[in-house]
């Protein structure tokens, strides 16, 4: 990969490398972010942040929050793939908002990106609910991905504060087992607020993504509405589109 621009803020290092057309985001070693204006899809895990709006009819996602925005990959899918009338992003990190704009071209009229601790902004936020409330905040430690907030009751009211009766809830785990203790499966109270939980998985990377939907979706719409979908129809060979689900709730 060749590197493109790299910047040292605060004893933090940052870099943007090209892979082939694609653009990656870097920080501490820690790979974040991927953009490819002729390939949307990133065959990684932000696809799988994506695609839980296709457990809905077309145009029931309009509001999205996505906590934790890096380069923007599942912005840019979002945007392409679903196009809600509104996303809110939130990222802390002002370099990653700048790399967003400037190397991975995150601006559109649809997009409002916030610089602002996310935890604290949504526990203020007093606007419009959301009909999909994406959770990817993550930093790095020793060069590995670590969860910025534990997905417990406090965190889940949060979320659930701020989501449509019929929304749902998207959050990326490092392992299996911090999705299964999460509040939205182990917690009986916040359990009981999701009539259905997913789990989404890749064979190219280790994350597991949690689905929490308040209303009742299915696998096979999901797939169904996929198939139809240009570009995303997992049947063909020519698909970047690679997951596995599994319902656990």
């Known amino acids: ?14 870099e943007v490398r090209s892979a082939g057309k694609s653009i990656r985001l870097y920080t501490d070693g820690v790979f974040h972010s991927q953009y490819n ?9 932000w696809d799988l942040l994506m695609i839980p709006a296709f457990f809905y009819p077309e145009n029931t996602i309009k509001r999205v929050l996505v906590l934790g925005v890096g380069g ?4 840019h899918m979002l945007r392409y793939f679903v196009s809600p009338v509104n996303i809110t992003g939130i990222e802390l990190n ?15 009229k649809s997009i409002k990106l916030i610089q602002a601790n996310a ?18 905040l993550f930093t790095e430690e020793e060069g590995e991905p670590v969860s910025v907030v534990d997905a417990n009751v406090k965190w889940f ?36 607020k999701f009539a ?21 979706i299915s696998s096979g719409v999901l797939r169904k ?4 979908t240009p570009k995303l129809n997992p049947e063909l060979k020519t698909s970047r589109l690679r997951y596995r689900i599994r319902k656990l709730a």
């Open 37 to 45: 204006p002729e390939q949307i899809l990133t065959g990684h895990v």
């Open 1 to 14: 990969m060749a590197l493109v621009w790299s910047k040292q803020v605060s004893g933090v290092q940052y």
């Open 196 to 216: 259905s939980v997913f789990q989404l998985t890749s064979c190219l990377n280790e994350n597991f993504v949690g689905v929490y939907a308040r209303s009742q």
């Open 225 to 228: 509405n996929l198939i139809k």
């Open 119 to 136: 935890i604290s902004w949504l526990e203020n936020y007093q606007g419009e609910k959301f009909d999909m409330i994406i959770d990817d």
């Open 94 to 108: 002002p370099v990653h908002l700048s790399v967003a704009r400037r190397f991975f071209n995150l601006k559109h």
């Open 157 to 192: 009211s949060h979320m659930l504060k701020h989501l449509n009766k019929n929304g749902v809830i998207v959050r990326n785990f490092v392992s299996k087992e911090e999705l299964l203790v999460s509040a939205g499966i182990s917690n009986k109270v916040i359990s009981r």
């Open 72 to 75: 923007g990959a599942a912005l």
